[in-house]
């Protein structure tokens, strides 16, 4: 069931749509190498560390990127909220000190701190001065995602090993049974001895079945094409050390083959240098949405938000209890302001 109000929802086309033309028009380059770590390091040498991979494709047992520099990163970001709320400063200088304190407390470092006065500067010609606007201007927060889940989109979670990734999935499960949506559900999880029988345990709780196997992949992605089967599919991974090239292959032929959106599954505890640096090599495999765990476990929130801003990523949800039952949360800026705001 959508709640979606449809005017939001063909705003929200149209800017895809901007978004898409404005990719096709950015300059891009392709990379052709043997092996797909050599093509990586050939991408990362011609247009910087930061490169963003558009798109991948094997042909004749080479391997070719297109890529394109970060700097052009900005056409994927999402607009900030038009609406604007939360604390209020009555000058400019205390708003800023409001910003820098929540970088510090957080840990969230210059380049993100810069980037929120930069856009809060943009704020000042008005008084008071708000802070939530800039923030979501610099990271994509998506508040409604649970009630506009597409059944045409898989959701597939990846992330690093115990990050929350079944636990979430069974948890986007559920909450998807309670809105009367129909699911299918996939884990690709063998590796781990007991992963499977993790998520179909939880599943059973709920009556649902559980495939289990790259086996049928193929199948279920296909399913996504019959718009009257009207089920959402979910997909489970092995955790993936994404500093392990074995572990990066796996991602590259999985997303290759998966061409949708996956979205990225990492600990709140996690510190905001690893976790940037972690996101940023998912994004190079296609991973566009962040879902961000264990908020219950750290009073710092400064892991994920880095890694959203340093790659776009939309927060589409958080998890504050290991217990399926307890559901999902959604995450809108204003709350996320007074999240990262000290107590009191
Ligand atoms: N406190 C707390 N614990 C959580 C939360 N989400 C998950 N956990 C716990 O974190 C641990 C790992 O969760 P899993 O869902 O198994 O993690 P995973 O990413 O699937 O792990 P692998 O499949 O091994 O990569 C489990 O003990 C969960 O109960 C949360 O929001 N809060
Ligand atoms: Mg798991």
Not at 71 to 96: C, H, M, Q, T
Not at 204 to 211: R, S
Not at 289 to 295: A, C, P
């Amino acid at each position: 069931m959508s709640t979606a109000d449809p005017e939001k929802q063909r705003t929200r086309n149209l800017k895809q749509e901007g978004w898409r033309w404005e990719l096709l028009l950015s300059p891009q380059t392709k990379v052709t190498a043997p092996s797909l770590s050599k093509a990586l390091e050939e991408v990362k040498t011609t247009l910087g560390q930061d490169a963003i991979i558009v798109a991948t494709e094997e042909r004749d047992g080479e391997i070719i990127l297109t890529a394109m520099p970060k700097e052009n990163l900005k056409s994927f970001s999402v607009s900030p909220s038009e609406s604007s709320s939360g604390p209020l400063y009555s000058d400019a200088l205390s708003a800023i000190k409001a910003v820098c304190d929540i970088c510090d407390t957080h840990q969230l470092g210059h380049t993100f701190c810069d980037q929120w006065l930069k856009e809060l500067s943009r704020d000042f010609s008005v008084m008071p001065v708000g802070i939530t606007r800039s923030l979501a201007a610099i990271v994509p927060f998506c508040s409604s995602w649970i009630e506009e889940v597409s059944a045409r989109q898989p959701i597939i979670l990846v992330g690093p090993p115990g990050s929350g990734k079944t636990v979430m999935l069974a948890k986007i499960a559920a909450v998807l049974l309670s809105q009367k949506r129909k699911i299918k559900v996939l884990t690709l999880d063998t590796v781990k001895a007991g992963g499977a029988l993790q998520l179909q345990s939880y599943l059973e709780a709920m009556n649902q079945k559980l495939l289990i196997g790259e086996t049928h992949l193929k199948s279920v992605l296909e399913s996504c094409d019959f718009l009257e089967n009207d089920e959402v599919v979910l997909i489970d991974t092995p955790g993936i050390n994404i500093m392990n090239e074995e572990d990066q292959n796996f991602l590259y032929r999985f997303s290759h083959e998966v061409n949708s959106p996956l979205t990225l599954v990492l600990g709140a505890d996690m510190n905001p240098i690893d976790a940037e640096e972690i996101a940023k090599n998912f994004y190079f495999f296609n991973t566009r949405y962040l879902v961000t765990t264990r908020m219950d476990m750290t009073k710092r929130y400064g892991g994920f938000l880095n890694a959203a801003m340093a790659c776009s990523l939309q927060i589409i949800a958080y998890s504050n209890t290991p217990t399926i039952g307890d559901g999902l949360h959604s995450l809108a800026v204003d709350q996320m302001i007074e999240y990262l705001r000290p107590a009191g």
